[in-house]
């Protein structure tokens, strides 16, 4: 009777909690390549600054209409990009709220 019990209580829960605890580290991966994701792109944003100030220097220097262009693409570019680190930002709230979610699941468990 006492295997009985162990084998239709404590085995289904113990399988439940390594698929809580799998499903727990899958989110913390997925958080972490969202913030790899991030640091990529402030990178990015970081080099496009530079090179939107280099695209200037030159425009103050040349003033010719193909560096409008070029400047104008780059600053939509730098939008583009300001766009998805938020889109990124708004994504890693979400998962460490789910995060915080199912911790508080567990904790009532």
């Keep these: 009777l ?10 289904p829960l113990l399988v439940l909690l390594l ?12 958080l972490l390549l969202l913030v790899l994701l991030l ?7 970081l080099l496009l600054l530079v090179l939107l ?24 570019l730098l939008l583009v990009l300001l766009l998805l680190e938020l889109l990124l930002l708004v ?4 998962v460490l709220l789910l995060l915080v979610l199912i911790l508080i699941v567990l904790l009532l468990l």
């Design 53 to 76: 100030l280099l695209v200037l220097l030159l425009l103050v220097l040349l003033l010719l209409e193909l560096l409008l262009l070029v400047l104008l693409l780059l600053v939509l």
């Design 19 to 30: 698929l809580v605890l799998l499903l727990l580290v899958l989110i913390l991966i997925v």
């Design 2 to 11: 006492l295997l009985l019990v162990l084998l239709l209580v404590v085995l």
């Design 91 to 94: 994504l890693i709230l979400l």
């Design 39 to 45: 640091l990529v792109l402030l990178l990015l944003e």
